[in-house]
């Protein structure tokens, strides 16, 4: 009896590390470009579901009276999503979310008052489930007002209420979250004019970015790369 034919996946395709993470603010199109890279390297998809946290519509309208409940609906959350990237690890199946677990800090340090801070970090770490650090980074940026934007023309009702005061804030906190990041490698990337939605050709572009990339941090601007020490490119 013939043997069946050997497949062999195109070593392009196949996924250059087991466990990626985009991140970024929103508006900044993590899930869109996590959804790409997944189909293109078959991988398992983790995406973050805001939409099962009953307090984010009311922080949006009242953010100083709902961080609190907000942050601590993200931390179960992120506890559960934990559980299921150290499942995908075990099981050494390729996983790419479009979240890292350790974000809620982000939030949580820009939104909370010093006294709630420190009640979340102790009823957080009561919930913290110790996961695997992705083998590598995607962060997206893009300036607020590009964000705003964006959001402002995907018209998702409880977005809407997002202020461009947050979202300079919450672009300064991811700036500085990624300016000490240093547990796996980061790939910047200017994603204002890059769209791997739409374009293949992008997408292969980004994908390449990712495969070839060997230091521990580089700044990527569509036909053009930067590497150095840190974030940004150099201003001349």
Same mark, same amino acid.
């Given at each position: 009896?013939?043997?069946?034919?050997?497949?062999?996946t195109?070593?392009?395709?196949?996924?250059?590390?087991?466990?990626?993470?985009?991140?970024?603010?929103?508006?900044?199109?993590?899930?869109?470009?996590?959804r790409?890279?997944?189909?293109r390297?078959?991988?398992?998809?983790?995406?973050?579901?805001?939409?099962?946290?009953?307090?984010?519509?009311?922080?949006?309208?009242?953010? &100083? $009276?709902?961080? #609190?409940?907000?942050?601590?609906?993200?931390?179960?959350?992120?506890?559960?999503?934990?559980? %299921? =990237? !150290? /499942?995908?690890?075990?099981?050494?199946?390729?996983?790419?979310a479009?979240?890292?677990?350790?974000?809620?800090?982000?939030? &949580? $340090?820009?939104? #909370?008052?010093?006294?709630?801070?420190?009640?979340?970090?102790?009823?957080?770490?009561?919930? %913290? =489930? !110790? /996961?695997?650090?992705?083998?590598?980074?995607?962060?997206?940026?893009?300036?607020?007002?590009?964000?705003?934007?964006?959001?402002?023309?995907?018209?998702?009702?409880?977005?809407?209420?997002?202020?461009?005061?947050?979202?300079?804030?919450?672009?300064?906190?991811?700036?500085?979250?990624?300016y000490?990041?240093?547990?796996?490698?980061?790939?910047?990337?200017?994603?204002?004019?890059?769209?791997?939605?739409?374009?293949?050709?992008?997408?292969?572009?980004l994908?390449?970015?990712?495969?070839t990339?060997?230091?521990?941090?580089?700044f990527?601007?569509?036909?053009?790369?930067?590497?150095?020490?840190?974030?940004?490119?150099?201003?001349?």
């Amino acid at each position: 009896m013939n043997s069946p034919p050997l497949t062999v996946t195109a070593p392009q395709l196949r996924p250059p590390f087991g466990y990626i993470a985009i991140e970024g603010p929103i508006g900044v199109g993590k899930t869109s470009r996590a959804r790409r890279l997944a189909q293109r390297w078959s991988m398992q998809e983790l995406f973050e579901r805001p939409q099962d946290n009953p307090f984010l519509e009311r922080f949006y309208r009242d953010t &100083a $009276r709902y961080a #609190l409940p907000a942050q601590l609906s993200f931390a179960l959350q992120r506890a559960q999503q934990a559980q %299921e =990237v !150290s /499942a995908a690890h075990l099981a050494g199946t390729p996983l790419i979310a479009d979240f890292m677990t350790q974000k809620n800090e982000i939030f &949580a $340090r820009l939104t #909370l008052q010093d006294d709630e801070w420190q009640l979340y970090r102790s009823l957080a770490a009561r919930l %913290e =489930v !110790s /996961a695997p650090a992705p083998d590598f980074v995607v962060y997206l940026q893009a300036s607020p007002e590009v964000l705003f934007s964006r959001i402002q023309k995907r018209a998702v009702p409880m977005e809407l209420q997002i202020s461009d005061a947050y979202l300079h804030a919450l672009c300064d906190a991811y700036n500085e979250f990624f300016y000490h990041y240093d547990r796996t490698p980061v790939l910047t990337v200017n994603a204002e004019h890059l769209n791997p939605l739409d374009s293949d050709a992008d997408l292969a572009l980004l994908a390449e970015r990712i495969e070839t990339m060997r230091g521990r941090k580089e700044f990527f601007v569509k036909a053009r790369r930067f590497k150095e020490r840190g974030l940004f490119p150099p201003t001349d």
